[in-house]
C-alpha cells in the first residue's frame, strides 16, 4: 500500500516556525516529486511548494519564498517542510503528495492544477495571536 502521513502541525504566533514532515511508506520517496499543498475550507486548495527527485530548483509560489524550503531525508524515507516566519495567512490544513509520472523535475504546471498521485491525510497549521 502506497502511504504518505504528515506530522509536525499545531498552532504557531505571527513570525514562528515549524517544519511538517512527510513519511512514505511502500515506495521509495526519494526517487518521487513531493509537493506541499494547502487548504481553507471555503478555498480551493493550493500549491505552494514542490520539489523534484533530481538537482532542479524545486517551485513556489511568491507569498513563501524566502520563508518555505523543502529537504529530504533518504535514510528515513521522509520530506520536510520548513516553514519560517509564518503570518496568519499561511493557516490551513498542508498536505505532502508525491508522483513519479511526470519525470524528476516539479514544474509550475504540476504544482498548480496538483499533477499528483498518492496524498497525506493532511497536518492542521493555525497561525494566530
Not at 46 to 52: A, K
Not at 104 to 129: N, P
Request: net charge negative; aromatic share 10%.
Amino acid at each position: 500500500q502506497l502511504q504518505l502521513v504528515e506530522s509536525g502541525g499545531g498552532f504557531v504566533q505571527p513570525g514562528g516556525s515549524l517544519r511538517l514532515s512527510c513519511a512514505a511508506s511502500g515506495f521509495t520517496l526519494d526517487s518521487h516529486v513531493v509537493g506541499w499543498f494547502r487548504q481553507v475550507p471555503g478555498k480551493e486548495r493550493e500549491g505552494v511548494i514542490c520539489d523534484g527527485s533530481g538537482d532542479g530548483r524545486p517551485n513556489w509560489i511568491d507569498s513563501v519564498s524566502g520563508r518555505f524550503t523543502m529537504s529530504r531525508d533518504s535514510a528515513k524515507n521522509v520530506v520536510y517542510l520548513q516553514m519560517n516566519s509564518l503570518t496568519p495567512e499561511d493557516t490551513g490544513v498542508y498536505y505532502c503528495a508525491s508522483t513519479d509520472r511526470w519525470g524528476d523535475h516539479c514544474s509550475g504546471d504540476m504544482l498548480r492544477t496538483g499533477a499528483f498521485d498518492i496524498w497525506g491525510q493532511g497536518a492542521l497549521v493555525t497561525v494566530s495571536s
